[in-house]
């Protein structure tokens, strides 16, 4: 079974900390996404990552950015966190390819922030 | 602007009853379909792939597909309170890099 975890179920910060969520996955996979969930406006990508080092945007990168230097992790970063980026925080994985299967997304179990 | 629409709901039906969850997509180019469930509270579980017209079934799930249409569809067989969560449709994004695009979801409650 695809595995994908992420470092912390809950966090509360700052308003103005810098933030690091984690995400490992245990598949080979080649491709790693970043959502958040907001009530009433579904999931939204935030960026994604296709390789590693390679990393695209997505619909709202504004206020995050992300690193992935090995296959199986990636970060999703707040500069400088601020109270409107309070969420659910969601990290998926896929292969990579036209076959059918391979961008099937498996997701990890989330992690909720508050931003105080 | 890709588009998945779905019904927010609830959808209400009892217990022992098909379930019936629609969703409509824009991208003509898609070729991959999945239905996603979420409990309160969790992260969306993948339930269904489909990525051919007609049906497909896996237990009491069988997820419908028209790409004329630009229609999919799930329905829930002999539904379950355990059922009771929100759906999630996702189609995949023509334009490549496996992106998926999510509907809203519909929430679902099976009553006893």
């Known amino acids: 079974d695809v595995k994908v975890t992420q470092s912390s179920r809950y966090l509360v910060k700052r308003t103005g900390e810098k933030v690091f969520l984690e995400c490992v996955q245990d598949?080979?996979?080649?491709?790693m996404f970043w959502y958040r969930q907001d009530p009433g406006l579904g999931l939204r990508l935030i960026y994604f990552s296709y390789d590693v080092k390679m990393k695209e945007k997505g619909d709202i990168p504004e206020g995050y950015s992300v690193s992935r230097e090995k296959k199986e992790r990636f970060s999703l970063i707040l500069e400088s966190a601020s109270t409107n980026q309070t969420s659910m925080y969601l990290c998926?994985?896929?292969?990579?390819?036209?076959?059918?299967?391979?961008?099937?997304?498996?997701f990890g179990p989330g992690t909720r922030l508050t931003v105080l | 602007q890709k588009e998945v629409e779905q019904n927010s709901g609830p959808l209400s039906v009892p217990e022992g009853a098909i379930a019936s969850l629609n969703c409509t997509y824009s991208d003509r180019g898609s070729q991959s379909f999945f239905w996603y469930r979420q409990y309160s509270g969790k992260s969306p579980e993948l339930i269904m792939s489909i990525y051919s017209n007609g049906d497909k079934e896996d237990g009491r799930f069988t997820a419908q597909l028209n790409k004329a249409s630009q229609y999919v569809s799930l329905l829930i067989r002999d539904s379950q309170p355990s059922d009771s969560a929100t759906y999630l449709c996702?189609?995949?994004?023509?334009?490549?890099?496996?992106?998926?695009?999510f509907g809203a979801g519909t929430r679902l409650a099976v009553h006893p």
């Open positions: 996702a189609v995949g994004f023509s334009g490549g890099y496996n992106k998926l695009i």
């Open positions: 598949m080979d996979h080649e491709n």
């Open positions: 998926a994985s896929s292969l990579s390819g036209r076959e059918a299967g391979r961008d099937e997304q498996f």
